[in-house]
């Protein structure tokens, strides 16, 4: 899809007109993404500090306010999290995460007494 090109117009190039999309990315492209890359965050990043642990929680604000001047978050993502943030599944998270672990201890428990009756 090439295009006749004057001293004003811009050249039209086409997607296999660019060679140097096909390459492997090397380790100064990771590099500079990393360094100068504008991040832009999704709806799940912002779910996900209710349902992590302090810890993790506390690492992930940090990485964002690192990236501070280059964070961008789309109005789309804004309005998933503000409806979402109040769902059970975001809320509720650690609680449900609680119930099933202490359901599996139940089972094991219940488990090993049984097997221990039964000798």
Same mark, same amino acid.
């Given at each position: 899809?090439?295009?006749?090109?004057?001293?004003?117009?811009?050249?039209?190039?086409?997607?296999?007109?660019?060679?140097?999309?096909?390459?492997?990315?090397?380790?100064?492209d990771?590099?500079?993404?990393?360094?100068?890359?504008?991040?832009?965050?999704?709806?799940?990043?912002?779910?996900?500090?209710?349902?992590?642990?302090?810890?993790?929680?506390?690492?992930?604000?940090?990485?964002?306010?690192?990236l501070?001047?280059?964070?961008?978050?789309?109005?789309?993502?804004?309005?998933?999290?503000?409806?979402?943030?109040?769902?059970?599944?975001?809320?509720?998270?650690h $609680?449900?995460?609680?119930?099933? $672990?202490?359901?599996?201890?139940?089972? $094991?428990?219940?488990? $090993?007494?049984?097997?221990?009756?039964?000798?």
């Open positions: 899809m090439a295009a006749h090109t004057t001293s004003d117009q811009p050249q039209v190039r086409g997607v296999f007109d660019c060679d140097e999309a096909h390459r492997s990315p090397l380790r100064s990771y590099k500079r993404i990393f360094d100068s890359g504008l991040v832009v965050l999704d709806t799940n990043v912002l779910l996900n500090l209710y349902r992590s642990n302090e810890s993790t929680r506390r690492d992930t604000l940090a990485a964002l306010a690192r501070r001047e280059r964070l961008w978050i789309p109005h789309q993502v804004l309005t998933e999290f503000w409806r979402n943030r109040e769902s059970p599944t975001v809320r509720h998270h $609680a449900t995460k609680a119930n099933e $672990a202490s359901a599996a201890l139940d089972k $094991a428990v219940n488990a $090993a007494r049984t097997a221990v009756t039964t000798c």
